[in-house]
């Protein structure tokens, strides 16, 4: 399983932006679950939203509301909509799948990981 994340780029602090993880070498994406991580420079890691196989999401309690999670099996993609962009969002976002996982509070075991895409906010 390969992940692509795309969708990051420059945006101006109260933007939108959509980011997309496209999977490839997967027969039943609708099988997977779908997280997505944000690292900020000179930060660890952190967990933002997730998308389990059954469709169920979760979010990190600082970003409910802003952030909006989906997948489109038809074409083995999950998407992360980021409104009202804040330059603390400025960060390199990751996906990641697994298969099967029922949880979403991003503690769950993710066994791929894409590349990262850069999201870069301007105040």
């Known amino acids: 399983v390969q992940l692509q994340a795309s969708g990051g780029g420059l945006v101006q602090a109260g933007g939108s932006l959509r980011l997309s993880c496209s999977a490839s070498?997967?027969?039943?994406?609708?099988?997977?679950?779908t997280g997505w991580f944000r690292q900020a420079p000179g930060k660890k890691r952190e967990f933002v939203a997730a998308?389990?196989?059954?469709?169920?999401?979760g979010y990190a309690d600082s970003e409910s509301g802003r952030f909006t999670i989906s997948r489109d099996n038809a074409v083995n993609t999950a998407y992360l909509q980021v409104d009202s962009l804040k330059p603390e969002d400025t960060a390199v976002y990751y996906c990641?799948?697994?298969?099967?996982?029922?949880?979403?509070?991003?503690?769950?075991?993710?066994?791929?990981w894409g590349q990262g895409t850069l999201v870069t906010v301007s105040s």
């Open positions: 070498g997967v027969r039943t994406f609708s099988s997977y679950a």
């Open positions: 990641a799948a697994g298969r099967y996982l029922d949880s979403t509070t991003g503690r769950e075991t993710y066994d791929y």
């Open positions: 998308i389990n196989w059954h469709g169920g999401t």
